[in-house]
């Protein structure tokens, strides 16, 4: 079946350090794949997407390019600010269109920026 | 726009009891999709209604169930409570449609005690 894994968090990191977080999938066919946010005492957000091999998601400084060769895709970001704090999931959707396909998540990944 | 709003936010229940739980949509939107989110884990898909009928459905027990109404707003139903159910619900709303990305709402914080 179709899964996703992340990385182990937490991620402790110093204000403007570069972030990677690490995801990989597995799925038949051709997913979408998305990066949610979750702030804390919030729900999920959308951060970012991506519906086909090579294509990069990008939003508030982050990124993630779509690479079907390793089945990843992982999120950067050049500098991280303390407003960045947050946990982030990746997800992935099967299909490239359509609001009634079902999100499968990884099990997230927690960042905390310290000053 | 008030995007997809539940209720409550937080609810206390004993092992055994039932629950429901409510869920508005974003306005525009047609489906509705619930997530168990159990702490620390990412969220795992319930089940999705779409014109008031269960079209898909995760790897939950029977004790699960919901419904759609015509307004599209939807409720969850859990019965005979266990330990195990305490986790955050979200609610998520999109347009079957088209290519809309899912929007989430806040959460129910449920405890069973």
């Known amino acids: 079946g179709n899964s996703v894994t992340q990385m182990e968090g937490p991620v402790t990191l110093s204000e403007e350090a570069f972030l990677t977080i690490n995801c990989t999938y597995t799925?038949?066919?051709?997913?979408?794949l998305f990066w949610y946010v979750q702030y804390p005492g919030e729900g999920l957000q959308l951060l970012l997407k991506?519906?086909?091999?090579?294509d990069k998601g990008s939003n508030k400084g982050f990124e993630a390019t779509y690479r079907k060769e390793t089945t990843s895709f992982h999120l950067e970001k050049g500098s991280v600010q303390v407003s960045d704090s947050a946990v982030y999931f990746c997800?992935?959707?099967?299909?490239?269109?359509?609001?009634?396909?079902?999100?499968?998540f990884g099990k997230g990944t927690k960042l905390t920026v310290n000053p | 726009d008030a995007g997809v709003t539940q209720s409550p936010t937080h609810l206390i229940k004993t092992r055994g009891q039932q629950v429901t739980l409510r869920c508005s949509p974003k306005?525009?939107?047609?489906?509705v999709s619930w997530y168990q989110q159990a702490l620390g884990q990412g969220p795992q898909f319930i089940f999705q209604?779409?014109?008031?009928?269960?079209?898909q459905r995760g790897n939950f027990p029977d004790r699960f169930s919901g419904h759609q109404f015509p307004n599209y707003s939807s409720e969850l139903n859990v019965n005979a409570l266990l330990l195990g159910d305490s986790a955050l619900y979200l609610c998520?709303?999109?347009?079957?449609?088209?290519?809309?990305?899912?929007?989430f709402g806040q959460g129910t914080r449920l405890t069973v005690v």
């Open positions: 998520a709303s999109s347009f079957t449609g088209r290519d809309t990305e899912a929007f």
């Open positions: 799925a038949t066919g051709y997913p979408s």
């Open positions: 991506a519906t086909k091999a090579d």
């Open positions: 997800a992935l959707k099967r299909g490239a269109q359509g609001g009634s396909e079902k999100l499968v």
């Open positions: 306005s525009g939107h047609d489906t």
């Open positions: 209604y779409y014109e008031e009928e269960e079209r």
